[in-house]
């Protein structure tokens, strides 16, 4: 899946959600900090994501994650979106899809799933967020586990 048809799948599912939701739109940025062990390899990863809350149980989200040394130091950069499933306040469930673009000498795309975890901590006005999720690509999968900051407006 090229970068273009995902970010546009992503637009057009943001917009039909907000058309269907608007009146009770909650949204959910944050920043995340971790980690992605691939093949034995365990390297720093960063990232942004998006959720929107169309109601109490159920968001569609997006997230860039990037990993400067993954894949034996050539860079990786993860697009995905997910549709998530709150069962309580503070369990977030999610099933997704997206592409993993792998720089270096030899650039390539590969499409992903990605199932994950996050346990929120509400606080004030921000929220932190462990997180795990598990990469699906081609036979491999991927581990990212760390902490999202998470500011809901």
């Not at 899946?1 to 909650?26: E, F, P, Q, V, W």
């Not at 006005?125 to 598990?134: E, G, M, R």
Request: charged share 20%; with cysteine; hydrophobic share 40%.
């Amino acid at each position: 899946m090229t970068l273009r048809k995902y970010s546009l799948t992503t637009l057009c599912a943001l917009i039909s959600i907000n058309a269907l939701a608007a009146g009770d739109a909650k949204h959910f940025p944050g920043v995340f900090l971790g980690s992605t062990n691939f093949d034995g390899e365990t390297d720093f990863t960063f990232g942004v994501e998006y959720e929107y809350k169309f109601n109490k149980q159920f968001g569609v989200g997006t997230v860039w994650e990037r990993t400067i040394d993954g894949h034996e130091g050539d860079g990786v950069n993860l697009f995905a979106s997910s549709l998530f499933y709150h069962p309580s306040d503070q369990w977030r469930f999610g099933l997704g899809f997206g592409e993993e673009q792998i720089r270096g000498s030899k650039p390539k795309e590969k499409d992903l799933w990605r199932i994950s975890a996050t346990f929120e901590h509400p606080f004030e006005s921000f929220i932190i967020a462990p997180t795990i999720a598990i990469d699906f690509i081609d036979s491999d999968k991927a581990i990212v586990a760390g902490v999202a900051i998470i500011l809901p407006l």
